[in-house]
């Protein structure tokens, strides 16, 4: 069983489309994340929800915007896509309350704006 | 920011041998982790050590902490050619958020 899990794994779009990611994990955790890691490879967080709320919204664009329909889910929108957008995007989750900080991500969705 | 930053930036290794990557912070910090991210995949994690701990072992990996010069250290022993990897000791900052440097890109030649 896959613990975090995203679909789809490689999203090809144009330029001007509004394209989502999903993620589900099934671990039990109460935190969810996203990630973006960029051509270079940093990797950055971009938002943190926790139970369902959001806790963490880095500056970003708000053509992205996540949405947690449960806590075991954890989908990012974006509008408009632009070719600045074209990276990996990483699914991550964790279980704070458990205090060792230690989370687990998705294998990527890799995004390609053209 | 205040992120891990390793050292080196790249590093090349015969299989059989050990690997050394470094990691140096500038703030205080309760634990530190090592992730490993393989060519097109996640990131996955490989070991922490808490403040008050020196030296934690893993399988092959080897972590070492020394908090008054803000510093670790992941040895690898005995490298495969699945190891080779980028290496990463993000550091956590405020409510989890993870933030990571540009890791030590590990390759080992068979």
């Known amino acids: 069983d896959t613990a975090v899990s995203q679909t789809p794994k490689y999203l090809v779009t144009q330029m001007g489309n509004d394209k989502s990611i999903k993620c589900e994990q099934n671990?039990?955790?109460?935190?969810m994340y996203w990630y973006k890691q960029d051509s270079k490879k940093f990797l950055k967080i971009m938002f943190s929800?926790?139970?369902?709320?959001?806790?963490i919204n880095e500056t970003v664009p708000n053509r992205f915007s996540p949405k947690s329909p449960d806590k075991a889910h954890l989908n990012l929108h974006i509008n408009s896509l632009e070719l600045g957008d074209s990276a990996v995007y990483f699914c991550?989750?964790?279980?704070?309350?458990?205090?060792?900080?230690?989370?687990?991500f998705g294998p990527g969705t890799r995004l390609t704006v053209l | 920011s205040q992120q891990g930053e390793e050292d080196p930036q790249a590093l090349s290794i015969q299989e059989g041998e050990n690997a050394t990557m470094n990691c140096s912070y500038k703030?205080?910090?309760?634990?530190l982790q090592w992730y490993r991210q393989n060519s097109g995949r996640g990131l996955v994690h490989l070991i922490l050590?808490?403040?008050?701990?020196r030296e934690k072992h893993s399988g092959r990996l080897r972590v070492t902490l020394d908090t008054s010069k803000k510093s670790s250290s992941l040895l690898i022993t005995a490298s495969r050619a699945a190891d080779t990897a980028s290496y990463f000791c993000?550091?956590?900052?405020?409510?989890?958020?993870?933030?990571f440097g540009q890791g030590t890109r590990l390759t080992i030649n068979p």
């Open positions: 671990l039990g955790h109460d935190t």
């Open positions: 991550a989750s964790s279980q704070p309350a458990g205090a060792t900080d230690t989370q687990y």
């Open positions: 929800y926790n139970n369902k709320e959001l806790i």
């Open positions: 050590i808490r403040s008050n701990e």
């Open positions: 703030t205080s910090i309760n634990n």
């Open positions: 993000p550091l956590i900052q405020g409510a989890q958020k993870l933030v």
